[in-house]
């Protein structure tokens, strides 16, 4: 049996979900990866975002709101390489909210859509009793969909962008200060790296591809349990946002970055990298190795392993 | 500007949507009908259920709770003539109930989508402070998609199976009585009449088809609505369920009945029924006209249009 995803209580629910899930022919690969794939090349998945949870309407305006839900759920076409084709938003809401409120989410939501290319398909609006919750699907297509389940011995190990931006952001407003606009920016307007993966698949062989929603450290050790392999992460070689340069933790630990995790022949990317940087304005870090073994070493800056590496990302306490 | 929906509040703000909705040359048909439609008729759609809102815990089991969930959301697939491929379930939930409870619910959903030939193939889980939201995306194929907006003035009205049934149990729930073993079985194990659909669209031209999921008065809307015509329904021909028998104005305004409604030539529908009947164990019955016009008149025995045709079906209460 399959055991494709790194620890957490969430993932150990997840596990026994797909235990026994019924699948098809027509499904080339089913749970545990950022998207199904079906026959076709064509992808699926769907990402659920819950107010008090993932969201808090004091730290973003509605629009903003939609437009996370909808740019994290295609941050995940972003893992495989796909284009995005469509998505749908499903919304339960309390009624008190059905007028702008509502409105400015779905905007912001269609906002993504659209700088994705994507089509806005539909979806569902239903009344709740409780927080809001917005579960967008995400629908594309790949030429060839980049797995979590291909690392390789001998790869190296990159990352896009630069981490821990958004949870300093977070951090911040728990702690009662205001973030840096930046900070905030890289909480409250993610952009899904659709464009810079179909641009990197299209030149590289990428073996192994996840973005970061929890955090690098958990998000990594999904990567790591797909392929069976462990991946060792050297602490000092992350790409800090500057807004956690005194919490560098918070690139290892904390979430919502949604940059891209790759791991691919280190020749081949070098051979990419300043040119990725002249288009995208944004850098390819090379922070680790893909080894024989399991689960996600960090290695400090003496390449001692750290024990006890830090979690992934909990959002607000919660284990979501 | 289409005007793809009938009367209500939470359609009103779907229209406010999809007014400025992103499309693209892969969407074929988006926003107001059951499914999505995408080149190589590709479908897709997704289906909310809450907590309070579309089910309750002291009604039904966890199991029926997942199983009716995904059977509502297949249902959308059968109104299309589609062949479901997968679906995905989002799942927002108390962290009380990431065991025993969780588990079973999505058992259920996986019952459904065996039991129709798809997929289980992921989805998202992740905790809420409010009440449990289950959203199932159903991806299909069809090879002609049936869609809301082309019943012909001419036609004849059908639908297949019973109405009322579901909506007898919801009623003597909320009256404080036990409802019929077979009248809870229609509300707790809705059969998406997916097969029904696929057989019959393979032997005769089906105009236009919605499934009735918010009462036939208000689907019958929608479908009129999309298709720019008037529906004449005749009360006294609505296949009422037994359990409704005395209360049948449940039949045309309560809900869950997951029925297939759909417009033809009446000669065509004529010479299936009876093969139908005995293929499937439900009835194909004639109700009504597609006429001239707009909205939907309910036609009492004598052939008067009754005034003020009950309104879909709100659930609990709430505009869901």
Redesign the interface.
Known sequence: MREPLGPG??FD??R???R?????D??LV????D??V?Q?G?V???????E???FRRDWLSAEEIGYRAAAAALSDLAAMAAQP??I?????LP?TD?GEF??QV??GG?RA??AA???????????????V?I?V?V?GKAEQPVLRSNARVGDHVYVTGELGGAAAAVSDWASGSTPSADARRRYAIPEPRIREALWLSERIELHAMIDLSDGLASDAAHLAAASRTALSLRMAQLPVHPAAAERVHLALAGGDDYELCFTAEPDAVEGVALEFYERFGITITDIGDVTEGSGVRILNEAGVVLESPPHGWDHFG???
């Open positions: 209580r969430e629910l997840i026994e979900f797909v026994n899930a019924p699948s098809n027509a499904l089913g749970p545990g990866d998207c199904a079906f076709g064509f699926l998945s769907s990402d659920a975002s819950v008090g949870v993932h084709i469509a749908l938003t499903s919304f339960a009624q059905y509502a409105l779905m905007a269609q859509a659209s290319g994507a089509a806005h398909a539909g979806g569902d609006t239903t009344a709740t009793t409780g927080p919750v579960d699907v629908f919660g284990n979501a």
